[in-house]
């Protein structure tokens, strides 16, 4: 198959162990990333595959009608940023493995060092002491904090042990759902989501961005915190009502925040408020971009690709256009 791969900025996945599974097709990696759907449009003319790096592109209606060839997008996980009835109109199958309880080492990982960075004033105090100044004001200690997830998820349980090897007490706010799977393992809930944000010393989200969760955390969540208080997102930005975050920070509650997902991205712009806020550790969405985590999620991914050429799908969403006809 003639097999595309989106938004490989740093030209990484041809160098991982995982890429010999697609050894037999002919690929095309493209490095850079394109907004304009017209020359999207061009590149993608010849794929019969086309392989999406997380989120990177959106995959809209319009652009997989000017795609005659394209027969297979495979991804992983969550796919809010492709048009799946589009790809339904136009016989395109979208196979992504949900991976199931897998745990994301790596995004957890980034996210106790968020945790971290804010509480120790780590990017501050480096450049405090590049400046000549030495010292900044004291920091937090973690041990005996409370750190509140909202989100009973495989990436928050993981956090969950990162906290408790550090001696943090963790509560715990979901959805219904979820707090009663958070019940049944034995875990502490906050007695409400307004004692969840008030009283715990770091809220870290962690939950999927769907139209119900769009905007789920809202100013008042936020303002809630106390002045000490460090909120952290490494899940999407649009989980937070627009603006919100920035508000809060300026009226002191919370007090800091580490953040990895914006808005818009790739971000560029060196003026936007949370990148130029004092109180805020800021990441491009590097949680889930280790060598080891992208080996193992394209590992996947070519197996869908794989899969689709021998004639046998897996991890169809929407099954109704195979087979071809």
């Known amino acids: 198959m003639k097999v595309h791969i989106l938004d490989d900025w740093h030209d990484t996945l041809r160098h991982l162990p995982s890429f010999a599974r697609l050894a037999g097709h002919e690929v095309t990696v493209w490095t850079d990333h394109v907004t304009d759907e017209a020359e999207l449009a061009r590149r993608l003319a010849p794929a019969e595959a086309v392989v999406l790096f997380r989120e990177r592109t959106a995959i809209r209606g319009s652009l997989l009608d000017r795609l005659p060839n394209l027969r297979l997008i495979s991804q992983r996980s969550v796919y809010p940023h492709v048009d799946v009835p589009g790809c339904t109109r136009n016989g395109v199958l979208l196979c992504s493995n949900q991976h199931g309880d897998a745990p994301s080492v790596a995004a957890a990982e980034l996210t106790f060092a968020l945790i971290l960075a804010a509480a120790r ?61 958070a019940a049944a ?11 969840f944000f008030a009283d715990s010393d770091v809220v870290s989200l962690h939950v999927r961005l769907k139209p119900k969760t769009r905007g789920i955390i809202t100013r008042a969540d936020l303002m809630a915190m106390g002045p000490k208080a460090i909120f952290v997102n490494t899940s999407r930005a649009g989980l937070v009502e627009p603006g919100a975050l920035v ?13 990895d997902v914006f808005d818009h991205e790739p971000l560029t712009d060196t003026a936007d408020p949370l990148l130029t806020h004092p109180r805020v550790v800021a990441t491009p969405h590097i949680g889930f971009v280790t060598e080891d985590e992208l080996d193992l999620q394209f590992a996947d991914i070519y197996d869908q690709v794989n899969a689709y050429a021998a004639g046998a799908p897996i991890h169809m969403i929407n099954p109704e256009v195979w087979p071809p006809r």
């Not at 590049?130 to 928050?156: D, N």
């Not at 393992?185 to 004692?195: D, I, K, M, N, Y």
């Not at 508000?247 to 953040?259: E, K, T, V």
Request: positive net charge; proline residues 5%; glycine residues 16%.
């Open 121 to 181: 004033q780590i990017p501050q105090q480096m450049a405090s002491l590049r400046a000549g100044r030495w010292q900044l004001a004291p920091g937090l200690t973690l041990r005996g904090r409370r750190l509140g997830l909202y989100g009973y998820g495989r990436i928050a349980r993981q956090v969950a042990g990162y906290a408790r090897a550090f001696g943090m007490e963790v509560v715990w706010w979901a959805s219904d759902a979820g707090r009663a799977r």
């Open 185 to 195: 393992a034995g875990e502490v809930l906050a007695p409400s989501r307004a004692a």
């Open 247 to 259: 508000a809060a920070l300026q009226a002191g509650r919370p007090g800091s925040a580490g953040i």
